[in-house]
């Protein structure tokens, strides 16, 4: 698991966020996921996938409370988005624990599950920012680098390369990495 001290020596003091521990009491999440949020952090900005200072509404740590078809509550927090892209969302699911990618645009918002909790999600971001920071200091270790991501991040969390279509898979072709979830 990543700690705060390792998000401080990657991402530095002024590009991470951590969220006051009443104001994580109030979002109701699991205990794993408050400790995250509250102590571990998030990065205000890791490129290209992530940022908490998201353009337009919903905003970083909004709560939306639903009621589900079949009568249940159920609780979203807004951790972030992709940079540059206001119709995206990453939520946390505040009684599943689930990072949800949401697709704000169109008549009805529809979703994918990212990742099953804030931990893994943190050291997905944390992961693949020492990836970037590591090829642009030696362009040659690309393809070894890339190997070694992709294969920590399916060992982490599998579900999340399941289907080429999922938000990990698409991002680690991004990078440059054909093949990863088929």
């Known amino acids: 698991m990543i700690t705060r001290q390792d998000m401080l020596d990657l991402y ?3 590009n991470l966020v951590t969220v006051p521990s009443g104001e994580v009491d109030r979002f109701r999440l699991r205990a794993p996921d408050a400790e995250v949020l509250a102590t571990v952090g998030l990065p205000r900005f890791s490129s ?3 940022t908490t200072e998201v353009q337009g509404g919903p905003e970083f740590r909004r709560v939306i409370d639903v009621t589900t078809r079949d009568g249940k509550d159920h609780r979203e927090v807004i951790i972030g988005g992709p940079p540059g ?3 995206m969302r990453f939520s946390i699911s505040a009684y599943e624990g689930f990072i949800t990618l949401v697709q704000l645009q169109g008549d009805r918002p529809r979703g994918e599950v990212v990742n099953n909790n804030l931990g893994e999600f943190v050291e997905f971001l944390y992961r693949l920012e020492r990836y970037r920071l590591r090829v642009e200091a030696d362009p040659a270790s690309a393809e070894e680098e890339f190997e070694e991501l992709s294969d920590t991040l399916m060992r982490i ?5 399941e289907l080429e279509e999922n ?7 991004q990078l440059g990495g054909a093949g990863i979830g088929e």
């Open 167 to 173: 938000w990990w898979s698409i991002a680690l072709r």
């Open 12 to 14: 530095g003091s002024s």
């Open 85 to 87: 892209d206001s119709g």
């Open 48 to 50: 290209p996938f992530f």
């Open 157 to 161: 969390d599998p579900f999340s390369f």
